[in-house]
């Protein structure tokens, strides 16, 4: 199985930057795909960013030129650094991984969540 660790997140003003890591674990043989993802209360969770193998990005369209996505394939570890944050970033920010197993079976896994609260 894999496990997920994030780290990172906080209490911010507006216009502050973070930045979020996770960490994988387990038998992992290789990453399709590495992401983040929120949800703010009352909200449906939406994609913020991911990194595909082969390194291309995509960033949901609130976030394009704000948030960065990098990975460190080597350690299990991707971040995202947060810049220019606004109140409407509040919310539980997830990890996800899409992984291969060394036995060849695929998965999707998510941390536990940590929350962004950004003040105006």
């Known amino acids: 199985q894999v496990q997920l660790a994030e780290s990172g997140g906080g209490l911010v003003q507006a216009g502050g930057s973070l930045t979020l890591s996770c960490v994988a674990s387990g038998n992992i043989f290789r990453f399709t795909s590495m992401g983040w993802y929120r949800q703010a209360p009352g909200k449906a969770q939406e994609l913020v960013a991911v990194?595909?193998?082969?390194?291309?990005?995509n960033y949901s369209d609130s976030v394009k030129g704000r948030f960065t996505i990098s990975q460190n394939t080597a350690r299990n570890t991707w971040y995202l650094r947060m810049d220019d944050l606004k109140p409407e970033d509040t919310a539980v920010y997830y990890c996800n991984a899409d992984v291969m197993l060394m036995d060849g079976a695929t998965g999707d896994y998510w941390g536990q969540g940590t929350q962004v609260t950004v003040s105006s």
């Open positions: 990194i595909m193998r082969g390194d291309s990005t």
